[in-house]
């Protein structure tokens, strides 16, 4: 038996956390035995506990000597042989905890942010992740993308890194579209709108208020046209005050979280994702795995998916200009969305399913612990 523990950075609404939900739903439980720990802050804590599996809290989402504290404690009280940490935070202690305690250091970037620091904030950030580096057995990107990226930046050792793709369980969110989706009138858009929909974290990364600046640009000529976006996050008084200044009223739809958001993707005509970056989004794949045509910017991550005029459109990163032309031309063009829509979906199916990223997971901890036993 591997015993694995699953080291989260926050249990809120987002890709790192539900990655792992698949992972533990999916993993043999014959051959890994699996603990899930990060602070007590969102709906995956609950939803971890429901699966059964051993769930506890750190907190990694604060700096401090008692989250490592806590995660030496349990590593030490479980005999873990992987920690596999996710995010900053985690990463951080979980690397270290394995350090101490002998067992193979695991870590999954979920996106490579450090763009936003001062000078001297990026040079420590990096070489702090070097350093880390040397202590991990495997770093993993979301991405062929992102993993290339980690390798340029020396995020990882030679030799010690590996592409597992996040993946999409399509027949359970087929089966959640057909038994409970989210209808129209309960986010408060009209029958006859035509919904661009975004499903993200609001932060500056995700540079929603681009997809804000593009409804205002088409609103003249596309009065059904509607925004969708379904999230929370720091920037969300900025987004609405965006809205209000170019007086878009309720065309703009400001739903909050939602519980398994790919639920609401039947309220949407297209999918629109105009992040300056990103590690590979699994809204963006549970849009596409429904069938919806996506518009997305030409940033690593979106790329790995999103193939241009087949499965999709994909615009310069921060050309508001070129994102509102690629939705008009969508909006316009009932016929091209299915065309693009199916295709996306047969992408997803073929390239992005959930049973390849838990396998290529699993056969990761198995060399992860067979180094750890050595």
């Not at 930046?153 to 399509?170: F, Q």
């Not at 690593?300 to 615009?315: A, Q």
Request: hydrophobic share 45%; proline share 5%; glycine share 12%.
């Amino acid at each position: 038996m591997i015993r694995v523990l699953e080291l989260l950075t926050t249990m809120s609404l987002g890709g790192g956390p539900r990655q792992v939900w698949d992972l533990v739903r999916h993993l043999p439980r014959d051959e890994f035995d699996v603990t899930v720990a990060g602070p007590r802050d969102g709906p995956f804590f609950g939803r971890f506990r429901d699966l059964g599996c051993r769930v506890a809290v750190v907190h990694a989402d604060r700096l401090g000597l008692r989250p490592l504290r806590e995660t030496l404690a349990l590593a030490r009280a479980h005999g873990v042989q992987v920690i596999h940490s996710h995010g900053k935070g985690a990463g951080l202690y979980g690397r270290l905890a394995a350090r101490r305690t002998g067992a193979a250091a695991v870590h999954t970037f979920h996106g490579i942010h450090y763009e936003g620091y001062r000078r001297a904030g990026r040079w420590l950030y990096l070489a702090l992740e070097r350093r880390l580096a040397r202590w991990t057995h495997t770093v993993v990107g979301v991405s062929a993308s992102e993993e290339a990226e980690a390798r340029a930046l020396g995020l990882c050792r030679p030799g010690g890194s590996a592409t597992v793709a996040n993946g999409v369980d399509v027949e359970a969110q087929d089966l959640a579209l057909v038994g409970a989706p989210v209808r129209r009138e309960a986010l408060g858009l009209t029958a006859d709108a035509l919904v661009v929909g975004s499903v993200a974290r609001f932060d500056p990364v995700k540079n929603l208020g681009a997809l804000v600046g593009a409804l205002a640009r088409l609103a003249p000529r596309e009065p059904r046209l509607t925004l969708l976006l379904i999230g929370d996050g720091a920037d969300k008084a900025r987004l609405q005050a965006l809205a209000a200044r170019a007086r878009l009223g309720p065309r703009v739809v400001f739903a909050g979280w939602l519980e398994d958001s790919a639920r609401a993707c039947p309220t949407m005509d297209l999918y629109a994702a105009p992040s300056l970056k990103e590690g590979l989004p699994l809204a963006l794949l549970e849009a596409m795995a429904a069938g919806l045509a996506v518009v997305a910017t030409d940033v690593p991550g979106h790329r790995d998916v999103v193939r241009d005029g087949e499965t999709g459109l994909l615009v310069p990163a921060g050309d508001e200009g070129a994102l509102a032309e690629a939705i008009g031309a969508l909006a316009a063009d009932a016929a091209r969305r299915r065309r693009l829509g199916s295709a996306g979906r047969q992408r997803v199916l073929r390239e992005f399913g959930v049973a390849p990223m838990v396998a290529k997971t699993a056969e990761i901890y198995r060399a992860a612990a067979a180094a750890a036993r050595r």
